[in-house]
């Protein structure tokens, strides 16, 4: 079907891009699995990070746990894909579904680099408020989602 859209060119230039891609993203992918499952471990086997410790941050549906798992993941660096594999070690180590919601989505939002970049365009004082706005909704979300989902 895409032979009847595009010229001859084109496809082969999309599946240059295409595999370049995949060979960037994959080794990021894989190593996200390994270093999370080396830390935390899988069901039933500890990893280097006891699961006691992880359930003692982030377990449960909490206003802590929720802030504490946006904060820390603000400051992160998610690679693509990457927050997957960590959070589902976070998971099977004991954290909440809500704590693991805010954690994706301010994981996502943000970065020590991102923020860097944001203040360099925006300002100081505009930078900490979106700081401050995606941590309290990520909170916030995940709060709720963590009631509604036990």
Do not use: C
Not at 31 to 57: A, D, K, N, Q, Y
């Amino acid at each position: 079907m895409l032979f009847k859209w595009f010229k001859k060119d084109e496809l082969k230039e999309w599946t240059g891009a295409t595999w370049e891609f995949a060979l960037q993203i994959l080794p990021l992918l894989l190593g996200g699995v390994l270093i999370s499952g080396f830390l935390l471990g899988r069901v039933g086997h500890e990893g280097v990070i006891p699961s006691r410790f992880v359930v003692m941050l982030v377990g449960g549906n909490s206003l802590w746990a929720n802030f504490f798992s946006a904060i820390v993941a603000a400051f992160m660096y998610f690679a693509t894909l990457t927050e997957v594999p960590i959070l589902q070690g976070l998971i099977g180590s004991g954290m909440g579904k809500g704590p693991a919601l805010a954690m994706l989505l301010a994981g996502t939002a943000l970065s020590l680099p991102n923020m860097l970049v944001i203040r360099s365009i925006m300002g100081t004082k505009k930078t900490v408020i979106y700081i401050s706005l995606v941590v309290v909704m990520a909170t916030i979300s995940g709060m709720i989602f963590g009631f509604i989902v036990k």
